[in-house]
């Protein structure tokens, strides 16, 4: 993979000769070696498979490239030559039978090379309305039907990952409700097959049986709406094909659907329109309508973003400190490594080869925050914890647009900058991007302000602002060679890869807990930061021996009742439980975060990302449908982009478990971004 990246680099210009082509591949490659960094999935399913193999030259057709010679793109003549890298891509589709059913085979292709997809279905007409023909539209719902059986039947990457989508409807279209309650319908078919004795589990019969499994859906709301729904307005759909009224419904009642669902089944989760356009960089093009499965990565119709993420407890040195320009560095290694791929990799259709090239969108993020905040010795819910999120997450994706600078001065800036114009976009909005990016560019740099005050990261603080400011400056000067620079992904996949204890933003599910494996098995993790941050908190060896040990045994922290009533001491002093406090309470325990630690966690870094947040507020089975509605207000009020909920319990069978059972499929489980279906592809 690095050798094949290098060679490309050499090739297109990106270094002044051989020699420091060589100098790069040798840092990109002891970072994937040594585990501070990785690419999405894509790139190790396909990159290099046919540059140093050979692998694919006999075989057919392969997607399309972006060729730089005709500026057009073009089918490549075999599979692996312009190999699929990207990991996210959101594709549109038109109100005409012709484009629902080449959506299908697109997304096919998509599953195939092991990515994820994202869809807006508002722009298909509602069953309220007529054909030109006459007759009764199908409704976006059951050509959704369609899509969801070509994910089932397509494994990702041709391994033995689940294909991931996600697909949205507008607050505003006739068909709302019936898409607000499609999954919550399904799931309760599924529990009355297992009822009748079907298998339940992962992979069983029962929830194999039943529609919409194989994607996320999310509702996008606009400010008007969130407004409407607390103030408790009426609120209108309107037709699809002219725009004019269609049915009058109340605000917060839709709200509390959508609540409803997510409290039966992890779905719908919710967008927030409004917030989504303050923050985005190509105004002058057109709207952004959807997102990739797992709603990290938000940006135009027909267009895709390679991945990597970054393991941030590898740049914590021995002495504790956590070494910044080690960071910065593998920032800028990995920003120029992914802006590399995007011109020598292949997409599933010519319209995404197209607007590849011209924005160029990257999601550089990172994996094991809730590991490193332990670590320190804070707990996920502390200010210190947001602290260190904040400031890591700001000099992470300042540094991300500082290097896109270099690029820019180097090799120009993205086509899309200065020319608005995009594949699929009869008429763009503006004549360029330039001002609607370096209004983005200001948005991030005044944030930093607001990082919260700590004083062991002051630091931190201080260097963020540096990174801000230089990246403005040469923003100004030379532009950027990328539309977006960063995503916080779920790193479902990569995190294993890495070693590392907790994906993406997230704190640790639980100190033990089992995985499911998709192709069979299990496999039981316990957290290895356990044993640093017992250090740091002053524990003598013996001591922390005593908690491991009280951990292995009853599979959580806590002190435990014996069967004979009597307390089981693990030794930890009561002031240090929140420093292991996780998303769910132990199977023998009593101890998790509040839900707005969630939130809080993801406002602290969201004002530092091009793109959005992969997470799941995960909420005890105690949670009712009112306190998932103000998790969603909360979430719209702290900036969010989107958030999507997962209540303990909900789905009969998950991924994940807090223990484990002679049949895991009926254990209460954990959701992995909102729902059983969320398999993370796109890490």
Same mark, same amino acid.
């Given at each position: 993979?690095?050798?094949?990246?290098?060679?490309?680099?050499?090739?297109?210009?990106?270094?002044?000769?051989?020699?420091?082509?060589?100098?790069?591949?040798? !840092?990109?490659?002891?970072?994937?070696?040594?585990?501070?960094? =990785?690419?999405?999935? /894509?790139?190790?399913?396909?990159?290099?498979?046919?540059?140093?193999?050979?692998?694919?030259?006999?075989?057919?057709?392969?997607?399309?490239?972006?060729?730089r010679?005709?500026?057009?793109?073009?089918?490549?003549?075999?599979?692996?030559?312009?190999p699929?890298?990207?990991?996210?891509?959101i594709?549109?589709?038109?109100?005409?039978m012709?484009?629902i059913? $080449?959506?299908?085979?697109?997304?096919a292709?998509?599953f195939?090379?092991?990515?994820?997809?994202?869809?807006?279905?508002?722009?298909?007409r509602?069953t309220?309305?007529?054909?030109?023909?006459?007759?009764?539209?199908?409704?976006?719902?059951?050509?959704?039907?369609?899509?969801?059986?070509?994910?089932?039947?397509?494994?990702?990457?041709?391994?033995? $990952?689940? =294909?991931?989508?996600?697909?949205t409807?507008?607050?505003?279209?006739?068909?709302?409700?019936?898409?607000?309650?499609?999954?919550?319908?399904e !799931?309760?078919?599924?529990?009355?097959?297992?009822?009748?004795?079907y298998?339940g589990?992962?992979? +069983?019969?029962?929830?194999?049986?039943?529609?919409?499994?194989?994607?996320?859906?999310?509702?996008?709301?606009?400010?008007?709406?969130?407004?409407?729904?607390?103030?408790?307005?009426?609120?209108?759909?309107?037709?699809?094909?002219?725009?004019k /009224?269609? !049915?009058?419904?109340e605000?917060?009642?839709?709200?509390?659907?959508?609540a409803?669902?997510?409290?039966?089944?992890?779905?719908?989760? %919710?967008?927030?329109?409004?917030?989504?356009?303050k923050?985005?960089?190509?105004?002058?093009?057109? #709207?952004?309508?959807?997102?990739?499965?797992?709603?990290?990565?938000?940006?135009?119709?027909?267009?895709?973003?390679?991945?990597?993420s970054?393991?941030?407890?590898?740049?914590?040195?021995?002495?504790g400190?956590?070494d910044?320009?080690r960071?910065?560095?593998?920032?800028?290694?990995?920003?120029?490594?992914?802006?590399i791929?995007?011109?020598?990799?292949?997409?599933?259709?010519?319209?995404?080869a197209?607007?590849?090239?011209?924005?160029?969108?990257?999601?550089?993020?990172?994996?094991?925050?809730?590991?490193?905040i332990?670590?320190?010795?804070?707990?996920?819910?502390?200010?210190?914890? #947001?602290?260190?999120?904040?400031?890591i997450? =700001?000099?992470?994706?300042?540094?991300?647009?500082?290097?896109?600078?270099?690029?820019?001065?180097?090799?120009?800036?993205? /086509?899309?900058?200065?020319?608005?114009?995009?594949s699929?976009?009869?008429?763009?909005?503006?004549?360029?991007?330039?001002?609607?990016?370096?209004?983005?560019?200001?948005?991030?740099?005044?944030?930093?302000?607001?990082?919260?005050?700590?004083?062991?990261?002051?630091?931190?603080?201080e260097?963020?602002?540096?990174?801000?400011?230089?990246?403005?400056e040469?923003?100004?000067?030379?532009?950027? #060679?990328?539309?977006?620079?960063t995503?916080?992904?779920?790193?479902g996949?990569?995190?294993?890869?890495?070693d590392?204890d907790?994906?993406?933003?997230?704190?640790?599910?639980?100190?033990?807990?089992?995985?499911?494996?998709?192709?069979?098995? %299990?496999?039981?993790?316990?957290?290895q930061?356990?044993?640093?941050?017992?250090?740091?908190l002053?524990?003598?060896?013996?001591?922390?021996?005593?908690?491991?040990?009280?951990?292995?045994?009853?599979?959580?922290?806590e002190?435990v009742?014996?069967t004979?009533?009597?307390?089981?001491?693990s030794?930890?002093? /009561?002031?240090?439980?929140p420093?292991?406090?996780?998303?769910?309470?132990p199977?023998?325990?009593?101890?998790?975060?509040?839900?707005?630690?969630?939130?809080? %966690? %993801?406002?602290? =870094?969201?004002?530092f990302?091009?793109g959005?947040?992969?997470?799941?507020?995960?909420?005890?089975?105690?949670?009712?449908?009112?306190?998932?509605?103000?998790?969603?207000?909360? +979430?719209?009020r702290?900036?969010?982009?989107?958030?999507?909920?997962?209540?303990?319990?909900?789905?009969?069978?998950?991924?994940?478990?807090?223990?484990k059972?002679?049949?895991?499929?009926?254990?209460?489980?954990i +959701?992995?971004?909102?729902?059983?279906?969320?398999?993370?592809?796109?890490?």
């Amino acid at each position: 993979v690095t050798r094949t990246i290098a060679d490309w680099g050499l090739a297109d210009g990106y270094f002044a000769d051989a020699e420091a082509a060589e100098v790069f591949y040798d !840092e990109l490659t002891w970072l994937c070696l040594n585990q501070y960094g =990785a690419f999405n999935s /894509p790139v190790w399913f396909n990159v290099g498979l046919y540059h140093q193999y050979g692998v694919g030259k006999g075989a057919g057709a392969g997607n399309y490239f972006y060729d730089r010679e005709t500026g057009k793109a073009e089918r490549a003549v075999s599979q692996y030559e312009y190999p699929q890298g990207s990991a996210c891509f959101i594709q549109s589709v038109e109100d005409t039978m012709e484009d629902i059913m $080449r959506l299908a085979t697109s997304e096919a292709m998509l599953f195939k090379y092991g990515s994820g997809t994202g869809t807006d279905l508002s722009s298909l007409r509602s069953t309220r309305e007529k054909l030109s023909g006459g007759g009764k539209p199908s409704g976006p719902l059951s050509f959704l039907k369609v899509y969801d059986q070509v994910a089932n039947v397509v494994k990702s990457g041709g391994k033995t $990952r689940r =294909a991931a989508k996600m697909n949205t409807l507008k607050d505003w279209h006739p068909d709302i409700e019936e898409f607000i309650d499609a999954k919550q319908k399904e !799931e309760k078919k599924a529990w009355a097959l297992i009822e009748q004795g079907y298998d339940g589990s992962y992979n +069983g019969d029962a929830y194999g049986s039943v529609m919409y499994q194989n994607e996320n859906v999310s509702v996008r709301v606009s400010d008007e709406f969130m407004e409407g729904a607390l103030e408790g307005r009426e609120w209108w759909t309107r037709r699809v094909t002219d725009g004019k /009224p269609c !049915e009058r419904k109340e605000a917060r009642t839709l709200l509390r659907k959508m609540a409803e669902g997510t409290h039966i089944c992890g779905d719908p989760g %919710m967008q927030f329109d409004s917030t989504i356009h303050k923050w985005h960089t190509c105004k002058g093009t057109d #709207r952004q309508n959807s997102t990739n499965p797992c709603s990290e990565y938000l940006f135009l119709d027909n267009t895709a973003c390679n991945l990597a993420s970054l393991n941030l407890m590898k740049f914590k040195t021995p002495e504790g400190d956590f070494d910044l320009e080690r960071f910065k560095s593998a920032v800028r290694i990995f920003i120029t490594a992914q802006e590399i791929i995007v011109d020598n990799a292949s997409y599933p259709i010519k319209e995404i080869a197209e607007n590849s090239h011209i924005f160029r969108t990257l999601g550089l993020g990172y994996a094991n925050l809730g590991s490193l905040i332990m670590s320190y010795g804070f707990g996920y819910d502390s200010v210190e914890g #947001r602290a260190l999120c904040g400031a890591i997450t =700001a000099i992470m994706t300042g540094e991300a647009y500082e290097q896109s600078a270099r690029l820019a001065r180097a090799i120009g800036s993205f /086509p899309g900058y200065r020319d608005a114009r995009a594949s699929g976009v009869l008429k763009p909005v503006a004549r360029d991007n330039v001002a609607s990016m370096l209004e983005v560019i200001e948005l991030h740099r005044d944030a930093v302000r607001e990082i919260s005050d700590a004083k062991e990261f002051a630091h931190l603080k201080e260097e963020a602002a540096k990174v801000w400011d230089s990246a403005a400056e040469l923003g100004k000067r030379y532009g950027y #060679r990328n539309a977006q620079v960063t995503v916080l992904a779920p790193t479902g996949t990569i995190s294993f890869l890495m070693d590392c204890d907790t994906t993406g933003i997230e704190p640790d599910i639980a100190l033990v807990k089992y995985k499911l494996l998709a192709g069979g098995g %299990m496999l039981k993790i316990v957290n290895q930061t356990i044993k640093p941050a017992l250090e740091k908190l002053g524990y003598n060896a013996e001591e922390i021996e005593r908690i491991v040990a009280h951990i292995d045994a009853f599979d959580t922290i806590e002190d435990v009742t014996d069967t004979d009533g009597s307390t089981i001491s693990s030794g930890l002093k /009561p002031e240090h439980l929140p420093v292991f406090d996780c998303a769910f309470k132990p199977f023998k325990g009593e101890r998790s975060l509040n839900y707005m630690a969630h939130l809080r %966690m %993801m406002a602290a =870094a969201q004002p530092f990302l091009s793109g959005a947040i992969s997470k799941t507020v995960n909420m005890p089975e105690a949670a009712t449908v009112d306190d998932i509605m103000n998790t969603y207000v909360e +979430g719209w009020r702290l900036g969010l982009k989107s958030v999507a909920i997962y209540r303990e319990g909900s789905k009969r069978s998950a991924p994940l478990n807090t223990r484990k059972t002679k049949d895991m499929g009926t254990v209460a489980g954990i +959701g992995d971004a909102g729902s059983l279906d969320a398999t993370e592809t796109d890490t």
